[in-house]
């Protein structure tokens, strides 16, 4: 156990970029958009990425979509600097408010 506290210091090392989580015009969350965010925030030195995290619009998302950006948000950035995914929730009953309620 002591062999991976080094490389986790090591990879939470330096600045850390809270990603905002990009919405099409149907208030949809648009993992399309991601590119030019994540590659910005690369260019401009951010060492660690955090998807879903306070300015992230965690607390807005249901788990599916938190689940999505953080797919998206790794695979755009390719392994180019560390990710870290948001997990916290805002309103735990999100997901029951997207359940449609039994006809009658």
């Not at 030019?36 to 599916?64: C, M, Q």
Request: glycine share 12%; hydrophobic share 45%.
């Amino acid at each position: 156990m002591a062999s991976i506290e080094p490389k986790l210091r090591k990879a939470l090392t330096g600045i850390s970029g809270i990603l905002v989580t990009p919405f099409d015009a149907q208030d949809k969350v648009a993992p399309d958009r991601l590119t030019p965010i994540v590659d910005r925030a690369i260019g401009a030195g951010v060492h660690i990425l955090v998807a879903n995290g306070n300015t992230g619009e965690f607390y807005g998302l249901t788990t599916a979509e938190a689940e999505k950006m953080v797919h998206a948000v790794a695979e755009q950035i390719a392994g180019r600097v560390p990710l870290l995914a948001g997990v916290g929730r805002g309103n735990p009953f999100s997901d029951v408010a997207n359940v449609p309620a039994p006809a009658g």
